[in-house]
């Protein structure tokens, strides 16, 4: 469960998510791929990420870990259900 408390963090899963589809970003870019995070709650995800072994630094700032990459892989089915449930719920306005 300690994952899910941990993904469960307010802009884990976007910083995971972002990583994972942008490739590797400095600090200031993935502020501006997550847009309305602040850089304290930046700073914080991302050494809860590193403590967990899905985010690492690199030459070119942050990167996702294959581990990473891994739940990445996982989430996506995730990411997928939530569009088909939000045209759900259009569809019932």
Avoid at 21 to 41: D, V, W, Y
Avoid at 55 to 64: C, D, K, L, Q, T
Avoid at 66 to 85: M, N, Q
Wanted: aromatic share 10%; net charge negative; proline share 3%.
């Amino acid at each position: 469960m300690a994952l899910f408390d941990l993904l469960g963090r307010h802009w884990a899963m976007g910083v995971l998510w972002t990583l994972s589809e942008a490739g590797p970003c400095t600090f200031r870019k993935l502020q501006e791929e997550c847009e309305t995070i602040s850089p304290a709650a930046l700073n914080t995800r991302l050494k809860e990420l590193q403590a967990a072994g899905f985010v690492h630094r690199v030459a070119e700032g942050y990167a996702s870990t294959d581990l990473g990459k891994h739940l990445y892989d996982h989430l996506c089915p995730l990411g997928d259900f939530s569009k088909e449930w939000a045209k759900h719920l259009h569809a019932q306005e």
